[in-house]
């Protein structure tokens, strides 16, 4: 019984260890890229790729919202353009990546960062007000 025990505790600190082993900054680094490689994709009109940046709910309320696939009606938004980071936030699974003409929000997935939100704005004393987001 104590193996077990320390066999679980084991686990449970490599799973802690594995999932901690990005540091902030890494992270912060990791959510920047994936938010310019998006403006990149949109800059070049390649829907795919894209679309393949978005996470799924936020993929999936662009299409219904257009009645459109994500590549034809992602074009149709218009998005501010941005070629650099001004700065990166990252809180746990989400991100926030302010560019130096949108801010985009993205949340960790398995497979890397998506954006869950793009062409936003702040709004004084309220939340951002987002050209695309999940629904």
């Known amino acids: 019984m104590a193996r077990w025990r320390s066999t679980g505790l084991l686990a449970a600190i490599c799973a802690v260890c594995l999932t901690g082993c990005n540091t902030l900054g890494e992270r912060e680094a990791s959510a920047s890229r994936a938010a310019l490689r998006f403006e990149e994709s949109v800059q070049q009109k390649d829907g795919a790729r894209a679309c393949a940046a978005l996470a799924p709910e936020t993929r999936q309320e662009v299409e219904q919202s257009a009645k459109k696939p994500c590549a034809q009606a992602l074009f149709e938004e218009q998005l501010p353009q941005a ?3 001004h700065g990166a936030d ?5 991100a926030r990546v302010v560019l130096n003409g949108d801010t985009l929000f993205l949340s960790a997935f398995p497979v890397g960062w998506k954006i869950t939100a793009a062409g936003c704005v702040p709004r004084p004393h309220r ?3 987002c050209q695309i987001k999940g629904g």
């Open 90 to 94: 990252v809180y746990g699974q989400q």
């Open 83 to 85: 070629v650099s980071v």
């Open 127 to 129: 939340p951002y007000q």
